[in-house]
């Protein structure tokens, strides 16, 4: 097929996959195999989800995000974990889409209930090459704090401070 289509009826389904994932969020790649040149790929985000602050080291991983449904916020932070940025992205009053460029540490706090969002970036996609997570940022384990007080923590940032769990 020459063109690809995603109804309201299958970004429903992935809401609902993500739902019923433990980390609140599910992936649809729009593109054939991870060693394609462009990644494109459909992430439903829950109202609660957590990912981790990261940066993307090489100069290729730039990120394009684009909410097709609900509300986001983009944060960006220094290399000290100090808030630098809050975009508000979909709903109403939120930017169209944000770029992000190599090296810049960000994460994306859901805002509304859920939210769907496109994200297009330079392949190939290398797992162990994907992200770096800061030393002030916390993985997703949960084993030390619970995954709803990083969430409260990141919900309630101001630009300025820092985030410190």
């Known amino acids: 097929m020459q063109v690809s289509l995603f109804s309201a009826k299958q970004m429903q389904e992935l809401i609902d996959v993500a739902k019923k994932s433990e980390r609140l969020r599910a992936h649809l790649s729009l593109h054939a195999s991870h060693q394609d040149k ?4 459909l992430i439903a985000l829950i109202k609660g989800t957590y990912i981790p602050p990261h940066f993307h080291k090489n100069i290729w991983q730039w990120e ?3 909410v097709i449904n609900g ?8 290399e000290n974990g100090k808030v630098k940025n809050i975009f508000q992205l979909g709903g109403q009053h939120g930017a169209l889409f944000a770029k992000i460029e190599p090296n810049t540490i960000h994460t994306l706090v859901c805002r509304s209930l859920h939210a769907v969002v496109l994200e ?3 392949g190939p996609f290398l797992e162990l090459d994907a992200k770096v997570v800061p030393f002030w940022s916390c993985f997703e384990s949960y084993k030390e704090i619970s995954r709803e007080k990083i969430i409260y923590k990141l919900e309630n940032l101001s ?5 410190k769990v």
Do not use: A, P, W
């Open 64 to 66: 394009y995000f684009q």
């Open 120 to 122: 297009v970036k330079e």
């Open 71 to 78: 509300e986001v916020e983009l944060y960006v932070f220094d």
């Open 159 to 163: 630009v300025g401070q820092v985030y």
């Open 38 to 41: 462009v990644q494109m790929l």
